[in-house]
């Protein structure tokens, strides 16, 4: 087969060697003689009460193992249960899946008859059949600790160009102290949460949409939310310790090593992924693909190293990732936001105005500008309030009845704009009397 023709997919193939010792010096020796275009997972991970080890072996369409001839070209004498019975030979088990294996499920399903299975399902159906009758299974759940399931708190970090709005609003949703900082036209939400929750977005409206998630134990993710509001999931540490069993460097042709590290650095499928998403032109995707890459083929090296290049390839301020991963309490631009009820929330929001809810993007529009600028001067809002409810009182002693409405409706609004107003005159004097 033409080395510009094969079609492969990577799989990932666990090994064990059913006494729960450390397989993978036997398993990597096999893959070595046989010269597999492979690598392991946590290579360098201790063992210690793990029952399998994790291997990377890309396997053709029609159930061959790819690996090298002597001259360091692609082979495809190995096929996939050739494999597995030079594991057994060790005294190993390799759970490695071939096409070929499909094949005789499907023919063992259509070699049984539809009265067959019909009977099958009506035992079922009527309770002859029970699905829960093993006692080993039942003793099984009698040993599960109570606390297997308990939620971990997440620490969270959310790169967005949306404004304050969203952080009161997710204060609220998930009873927890938000802090909100914004730097040119991003911003910085962080909180911990134990809550599974989705990220709050209006799509195109607030463009790209960055979460960064850090567990008390295990992996980090990154949730990222395009302008069309696709949403995919990047774990940039997964592949962090993946290594080749190959020496990639001692493959004497360039185009057999170039396909060595393509296939380890695309495996888990982030290429494919950030490619579908809608990210806009400021993403530096070479970068992006780089953070999510094993080390031992060009990826970038560190764990907190590869989520910070990953999340400034994506567009995120660096002050800001920065932030993030140091768990720093910004500073004094940063705002603060607890959840005090769904009333006070709705205060809240009228008095932050419609400012809090534009887009960091959208700033510069003249209705952002102005808003901005009555904010700062909250007398001279008022007295816009002011000068509009003497408008509709006017209006209400107008002949037509129409006029009339729109008067009491323009008075109620008036109200309502100045009781905002006065809050937001005595919020801004009692903030300048706290900073003297």
Known sequence: MPESQVALQVQFAAMDAGDGSDPRERG???????RVLSALR????????????????????DGHVVALDVDDRLAFELDVERLRALFSEAGLTLWL????????????????????????????ESGDIDPHDDDADAADDDEVP????????????????RGP?????????????????????WSLLQYRTGEAHSVVTASGVDGVVIVLNV??????????TGTDGETSWFWPNIERDTRPVLDVESIAVPEIADLYRRMLSEADGSLDELAALDLGTEVDLASAYRACAPEAVGGTIGQDARLRAFLVALGAPAELVD??????????????FT?????????????????????????DRPIARFTRALNRRPLLGAALSAAELTTGAALTRSRSRAVRVVGVLVIIDAVVDLAIWTTRWRLRTRAGKASR
Request: proline share 4%.
């Open 215 to 224: 567990p008390a134990q295990g992996d980090a993710w990154i949730e990222v």
């Open 28 to 34: 990597l020796a096999i893959l070595r003689r046989e």
């Open 339 to 363: 959840a005090n009820g769904w009333p006070a929330l709705a205060r809240d929001v009228f008095v932050g105005g419609l400012g809090e809810a534009l887009s960091l993007t959208k700033r």
């Open 323 to 336: 932030q993030a991963l140091s768990e720093s309490d910004g500073d004094d631009t940063t705002q603060r």
């Open 42 to 61: 946590d290579a360098s991970a201790p063992w210690t009460d793990q029952e399998e080890a994790v291997l990377l072996i890309p396997v053709t369409d």
């Open 97 to 124: 899946q071939s096409p070929r294996d499909l094949d005789e499920d499907d023919a063992e399903l259509s070699g049984v008859d539809e009265e067959t299975l019909a009977a099958l399902e009506r035992e079922f």
């Open 165 to 185: 709005f969203v952080a009161r609003l997710m204060a609220q949703m998930l009873d927890t102290d938000v802090s909100y900082r914004a730097q040119a036209d």
């Open 146 to 161: 109570d606390d297997l399931f308990a939620v971990e708190p997440v620490r969270v970090a959310e790169f967005s160009h």
